[in-house]
C-alpha cells in the first residue's frame, strides 16, 4: 500500500513537471529577436515535441501562423492557422477525463483551447492572409467562420465581453470588396457596438469610414441610434469611396505579453490561522499574509499542512516600436491608429477568469492537502526520522503539483494599428517608419506599390520588437 501510494506520488510529481510553458519563451524568444522569422519558424519546428506537445498543438500551429504571416508567407500561415481552428473546434466539447486529472494535478494536464483573443487574432490574420492573397473567396469564407466565432464567444454580463471590434472591421471591408455594402454596412454598425464594449475607443479614421459608409446606405437613423455625430465632416472616407481605391496599412508594434507566475505559499494550521506570502513580480516586494481558516475533515485542531497557490499573471514588454509613420507619394504623417490593444485583452481576459481559476485551484489544494496527509499517515512508522522524510518529501511533491497555466501565444504583437489612404489607379510610392520613444526604429520600403482600379491593397508592417 505504502508503495503504491509513493508511486502514485512520484507518477503524479513528474506529469505535474511536465510544464513547458516556462522555458518555451526562453528558447524561442532570443532566436525571433535576433535570428528573425525564417529561423524562429525553423527553431519552432526543430522543437515542436520538447516545447509543444500534443497538449498544446494548438498554439504550435498558431505561432507558426503568425511567424509565417509576419514573413510574408501567407499560403503557408493560411495552412498553420487552419490546424490550430481545426484543434480549437474539436477542443471545444470539454474532456470531462482532462478535466479531472486537472483537479488532481494542475491546468496544464488539460489540452490548451486558446484564449479569446486568440481566437479572435486567429481569424483576423487569416482574413488578412486571404488579403493579401488577393483571393476575396477565401477571405468571405474566413468572414463566415470569424462571424460564428464571435457569436459562441460573446458574452455581456458583469462588465465581461468577448466582441472585438477590429474584427468587426475588418469583416466590414471584405463584405465591401465582394461587393456587398448591405452586409458591409451592418458589419460597421457592430464595429461601433463592438468598441463601445471593450477596451478601446473608437478610432477617429474608423468612425468616419463607419458614417460615410452609412450615409451611403441610408442608414442615418443607424447613424443615430450609434450616437455618432452626422454632421461630422469624412473627406478621407468620402475620397476613397469615391476613387474606389486605397492603400490599407496594417502595422503590427511591440512584442506582445506573455505569462508569468504569481505563486503564494505558507502553512495552514487546521481550525486555526493560514499564512500564506508571495512575491509580487511587479515590485519584488515579498507581502505576507494571516487570515482565519476552517479545520480539514479528519484532521486534530493546531495539526499543520503546507499549501502552495499558482496563479498566472501577465508580464508586459516595454515596446520598442509604439506607432507608425506612412509615406505615400512623398506625403508623411499619414498615423495609423491602434485597433486593438493585446496587453490590454490578455489583462481583460485574466481578470473574467479570475473567479473561475481561483475556484479551480482552490479545490485542487484542498484536494492535494487531503491527500497528502492520507499519504503521510498511510506512510507512518515507527522510525521518527522516517516520518519526518517521507512528509518533507510528501510536501515537497504536493507543491511541486502546483504550477499555473502559463501557456500563451507568444509571437503576437503588443498593438495592431491600422489607417486607409485613398489613391488614385497606378503605383505609388510607399514606406512605413516605425517609431520608439527615442524615434525611428526601423524603415520599411515597399518601393512601387501597383493599385488596380477599383482595388484595395493591402501592406502589413511587422515591427514586432
Given at each position: 500500500m505504502k508503495r503504491l501510494l509513493l508511486l502514485l506520488i512520484t507518477t503524479l510529481l513528474?506529469?505535474?513537471?511536465?510544464?513547458?510553458?516556462?522555458?518555451?519563451?526562453?528558447?524561442?524568444?532570443?532566436?525571433?529577436?535576433?535570428?528573425?522569422?525564417?529561423?524562429?519558424?525553423?527553431?519552432?519546428?526543430k522543437q515542436q515535441e520538447d516545447l509543444y506537445g500534443e497538449k498544446t498543438e494548438f498554439l504550435y500551429y498558431f505561432d507558426l501562423g503568425v511567424l509565417y504571416h509576419y514573413n510574408g508567407n501567407y499560403s503557408e500561415s493560411a495552412a498553420n492557422f487552419d490546424k490550430a481552428e481545426k484543434i480549437y473546434d474539436d477542443l471545444y466539447t470539454r474532456s470531462v477525463t482532462n478535466e479531472a486529472a486537472a483537479i488532481v494535478t494542475n491546468d496544464n494536464i488539460r489540452p490548451y483551447r486558446a484564449r479569446p483573443f486568440e481566437v479572435l487574432v486567429l481569424h483576423e490574420m487569416q482574413i488578412m492572409n486571404y488579403l493579401a492573397l488577393k483571393n476575396v473567396d477565401g477571405a468571405m469564407i474566413e468572414v463566415n467562420r470569424a462571424q460564428k466565432a464571435m457569436t459562441e464567444l460573446y458574452q455581456k454580463d458583469n462588465d465581461k465581453?468577448?466582441?472585438?471590434?477590429?474584427?468587426?472591421?475588418?469583416?466590414?471591408?471584405?463584405?465591401?470588396?465582394?461587393?456587398?455594402?448591405?452586409?458591409?454596412?451592418?458589419?460597421?454598425y457592430k464595429t461601433v457596438k463592438a468598441f463601445n464594449e471593450n477596451i478601446l475607443n473608437l478610432p477617429k479614421e474608423a468612425r468616419e469610414f463607419i458614417i460615410e459608409s452609412l450615409r451611403r446606405n441610408d442608414r442615418e437613423d443607424d447613424i443615430k441610434t450609434l450616437k455618432l455625430d452626422n454632421s461630422l465632416e469624412t473627406p478621407k472616407a468620402k475620397a476613397a469611396y469615391d476613387l474606389g481605391q486605397e492603400i490599407i496599412v496594417i502595422g503590427y508594434a511591440g512584442h506582445g505579453p506573455i505569462l508569468t507566475e504569481l505563486r503564494m505559499s505558507g502553512t495552514y494550521v487546521s481550525g486555526g490561522l493560514l499564512n500564506l506570502s508571495y512575491k509580487d513580480s511587479k515590485t519584488g516586494k515579498v507581502t505576507s499574509s494571516t487570515v482565519g481558516a476552517p479545520p480539514v475533515a479528519g484532521a486534530s485542531n493546531g495539526e499543520t499542512f503546507h499549501i502552495a497557490f499558482a496563479l498566472p499573471e501577465a508580464h508586459s514588454f516595454r515596446s520598442q516600436v509604439q506607432r507608425f509613420n506612412v509615406t505615400v507619394d512623398n506625403q508623411s504623417g499619414i498615423r495609423p491608429e491602434k485597433m486593438m490593444a493585446l496587453d490590454k485583452e490578455l489583462e481583460m481576459n485574466l481578470k473574467d477568469d479570475f473567479a473561475n481559476t481561483m475556484t479551480r485551484t482552490a479545490i485542487r489544494v484542498v484536494l492535494r492537502t487531503i491527500a497528502a496527509q492520507a499519504a503521510k499517515k498511510a506512510m507512518k512508522t515507527d522510525n521518527a526520522l522516517f516520518n519526518l522524510f517521507t512528509s518533507i518529501g510528501t510536501d515537497i511533491a504536493q507543491d511541486q503539483m502546483e504550477k499555473a497555466d502559463l501557456r500563451i501565444a507568444l509571437f503576437l504583437p503588443n498593438s495592431i494599428q491600422m489607417t486607409r489612404i485613398p489613391v488614385e489607379p497606378g503605383s505609388h510610392e510607399v514606406s512605413v517608419t516605425a517609431e520608439g520613444e527615442t524615434g525611428t526604429v526601423k524603415v520599411f520600403n515597399f518601393g512601387s506599390v501597383p493599385v488596380k482600379k477599383g482595388e484595395k491593397k493591402f501592406i502589413f508592417v511587422p515591427a514586432v520588437k
Open positions: 513528474f506529469s505535474a513537471c511536465a510544464n513547458k510553458s516556462m522555458t518555451r519563451y526562453e528558447a524561442l524568444a532570443p532566436v525571433f529577436e535576433h535570428n528573425g522569422y525564417e529561423a524562429a519558424i525553423n527553431e519552432v519546428k465581453t468577448n466582441d472585438n471590434g477590429f474584427l468587426r472591421y475588418l469583416t466590414a471591408i471584405v463584405y465591401e470588396m465582394a461587393g456587398e455594402p448591405d452586409e458591409a454596412a451592418i458589419a460597421y
